[in-house]
């Protein structure tokens, strides 16, 4: 399977998009079988140039991610990008995962410091990582992968020194060796135009920085969502949520308005590429790559 670097390069010079799915293992029988027999079938058929899968903060989904990977490339043709977190882990336990996920024919990583068990405070592992950058710099020494990295246009919750701070941790984790960036969800675009205007401006970063984008689904469930990543909901879309109420039907059919109008300008904006956050859901996300004439 080609290298993701590779990809957005080949995209770039053809004056393509990459269009990225991101999906999580399920925790349940009935969701796998969801997954694989429903969610997948439908979404490889739109040929996304690669799908990213996430990685738990422990217990047993965090297996289920390399052979999600597995199953994506091996039964679809996809090309597949494992997340690979800090979280409870030592350098040697990350050297033999690394082993792992060469051996299943994935070269792709998204190097986090992921989100720790349970909430709360990230604590590093003794003689694991305590940042995104150092595992970057490990994955980089160990040879032959093609590593992204995580950014926030609206700034990382847990940097005290605001988004400018956070932005210049992003650009060291370029340094580090990373390949591309991966962005939070965020509603404004205005938000990532800033971010990323920063980032290849004064910091001078020139790996594609591409933006993440998520169709609403459920108007109770993208609020609770954004209060955990951080992501804001501005006053005029949160009205529009709180008054879409329990109402999933006219939820996701908004969601689908609304983020086929944002990827519009984002693309408008010559982003390399648009990464879609699917929730393990196919129909929102084919919706909005039809509109946008990409399915
Ligand atoms: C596209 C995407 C995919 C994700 N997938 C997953 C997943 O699969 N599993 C999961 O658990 N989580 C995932 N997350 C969430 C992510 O792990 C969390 O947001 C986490 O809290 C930050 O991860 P990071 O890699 O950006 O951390 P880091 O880059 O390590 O940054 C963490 C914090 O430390 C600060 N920092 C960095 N370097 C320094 C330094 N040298 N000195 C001082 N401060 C520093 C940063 O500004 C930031 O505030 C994902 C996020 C995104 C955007």
Redesign the pocket.
Known sequence: MPFIRDIYAAKRAAGRPVISF?F?PPKTEEGDRALFERTLPALAAARPDYC??????GGSTREK?LTLVERLQREHGLTGLA?????NHTRDEVAALLAQIRALGCQNI???????PGGGE?KPTPGG???????VQFIRAAGDFST?????PE???????GKH??????K??VEAGADFV????FFDNDDFFEFRDHLTGPLGVRVPVVP?VISILNAAQILKFTQL??AQIKPALRATLEALGTDEAAASEFGIEYATRQCEALLRAGVPGL?F?TLNKPHSTLRVLKNLGLA
Request: charged share 10%.
């Open positions: 991101e999580f990213s899968v996430t990685y738990g903060a991610t997340h690979l977190t800090c979280v998204l190097a986090l410091r992921g989100d720790p990230f990582f305590e940042f995104s950058s150092q595992l992204g990295v995580a950014g926030f700034g990382h919750t847990a940097c005290p020194g701070a956070d932005w210049a941790h992003l060291a984790k991966l962005t939070q969800l993440g990543c951080g990464h956050y």
